[in-house]
């Protein structure tokens, strides 16, 4: 869940630093903000922990 507040902190100083650059004239960077943003706000977040289990073959003595 703390991953979770930091995810989003960053999302909101990529939209904070993009309409900061928009302002400025540099329209490339202010995209790539939003698109950043964007980014890390769509991504999916699976909550759920998985176990992985491996069968190995026993070894021939």
Known sequence: ?????????????CFIRAFADIRRRKYGWGGAGIAAGLAMLLAPADSQTRTV????PAPKQ
Do not use: E, G, N, S
Request: no cysteine.
């Open 1 to 13: 869940m703390d991953w979770m507040v930091a995810l989003l902190a960053a999302a909101l100083y």
């Open 53 to 56: 289990t491996v069968h190995l």
